[in-house]
């Protein structure tokens, strides 16, 4: 990998297209075929085609009747048949109507239908219509939505409950979809224990795992549990060393400033190793390099800090490698409920939640706490070197937008 050493602090917008830079030259490109129970949350491989007209045939929007109306001089009509949705009717007889159901068939003769609320049936049974008819009101045409040969869906979708919908609409039981990104998720320090077992002195509860793997997995990585590793080199490189086999080597801790960094000694020794010092809050500290050859991306440590430059900077970057387009998350413009007063060096993602409209910022912003992001609804994003008064304008992104 690239990038080098920098003087001052690298931007978020070149650290991350920096990474999709990365990501374009390490694409994923083995595909396999699933079927749609098991796609959701797969990307795909190639467009999704029609092969099927969507209606496939003409049929009825509504519960009513179904008649022809050129030939119809507004006399009341007999009905002649009765169709019901999955049946094969035949023809609409000359000078009658069809009663019909939603989603049934239009018999060959007839292009038009009155919903039932708005027809008269008459003593002797025919049925008078009330209000005036257009020519193929209430009918939903052959192809109107989807013609044979429609392009739907671009290779690089992620697929999710619309898309599974929308193939089987056409009738497709299997996608080709990009195989699934192995990511191996290393903590490192020797701070850390595991949940479940009890607490010595000095140390502290492993929350990045945790967050990592079960975010990865939403991402439809494959993920390979490296567990814990201690501050060793010798550890780092036998750890780095077991890992030749997956995409992507994602490790947390480490790399704040002073700290002696094995994971960085290891990868200059046996590999690539650039240090990014960012335009981030919480955040700042950020590796990326390689391990004879297996593509490194090295967060901080700070849960707070994992969370914002996972969600914005390696998110991206595996969702590209697996060759998907749009992978930044949307933000939208809405008022600030708070006052910024301190403009800063880096940029700001806030934990914050939206009250009558207006964004309000959860008071403990500190980079190793994860209970203000529980509380959270979303990033508030302050530009480096900016001031706020309450009622200006920011971005808000959302942490459904970055969580899957
Ligand atoms: P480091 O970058 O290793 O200096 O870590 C920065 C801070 O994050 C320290 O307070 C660490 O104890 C804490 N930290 C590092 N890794 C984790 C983790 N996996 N879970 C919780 N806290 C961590
Ligand atoms: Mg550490």
Request: hydrophobic letters at 45%; aromatic letters at 4%.
């Amino acid at each position: 990998m690239n990038g080098g050493e920098q003087s001052g602090l690298l931007p978020v917008e070149a650290a991350l297209q920096r990474l999709l830079t990365l990501a374009e030259a390490a694409p994923i490109g083995d595909n396999q075929r699933v079927g749609l129970a098991d796609a959701d949350g797969r990307v795909l491989a190639e467009p999704l085609i029609a092969g099927l007209d969507l209606p496939p045939w003409a049929n009825s929007a509504m519960d009513g009747y179904a008649l022809c109306l050129a030939d119809w001089a507004g006399e009341p009509l007999t009905v002649s048949q009765r169709i019901q949705a999955g049946s094969a009717p035949p023809p609409l007889q000359p000078g009658s109507c069809a009663r019909i159901f939603t989603g049934a068939p239009l018999p060959a003769g007839a292009d038009t239908v009155e919903m039932q609320e708005n027809v008269v049936v008459e003593a002797d049974g025919r049925v008078r219509f009330s209000e005036p008819l257009r020519l193929g009101q209430n009918v939903r045409q052959q192809g109107q939505e989807t013609r044979v040969g429609d392009h739907l869906l671009p290779a690089g979708t992620r697929l999710g409950p619309i898309e599974l919908g929308l193939a089987a609409s056409l009738g497709i039981a299997e996608l080709s979809v990009r195989r699934r990104l192995r990511v191996a998720v290393l903590s490192t320090g020797d701070e850390l224990v595991e949940p479940g077992l009890p607490l010595g002195p000095g140390q502290i509860y492993n929350s990045n795992r945790r967050l990592l793997i079960a975010w990865l997995r939403r991402l439809g990585c494959a993920v390979v549990d490296g567990g814990i590793l201690a501050d060793d080199l010798q550890l780092t490189r036998a750890a780095l060393a077991a890992l030749s086999d997956v995409d992507l080597i994602l490790s947390t801790g480490g790399v704040s400033v002073g700290e002696a960094d094995f994971l960085g000694v290891a990868l200059r020794e046996e590999g690539e190793l650039a240090l990014w010092k960012l335009a981030i809050k919480p955040g700042k500290p950020l590796t990326c390099g390689q391990f004879r050859g297996v593509p490194v991306i090295g967060l901080p440590g700070n849960p707070a800090s994992t969370l914002v430059t996972f969600g914005l900077l390696a998110r991206p970057y595996l969702l590209r490698r697996m060759g998907v387009q749009r992978v930044e998350p949307l933000g939208f413009a809405l008022p600030a409920g708070f006052t910024w007063n301190k403009p800063g060096k880096r940029r700001e993602y806030l934990r914050a939640r939206l009250q009558n409209g207006r964004v309000v910022l959860h008071p403990n912003q500190s980079s190793g706490v994860l209970r203000s992001a529980a509380w959270a609804e979303g990033l508030a994003e302050v530009l480096e070197g900016t001031t706020l008064a309450e009622g200006d304008s920011l971005r808000f992104i959302p942490l459904s937008e970055i969580l899957g």
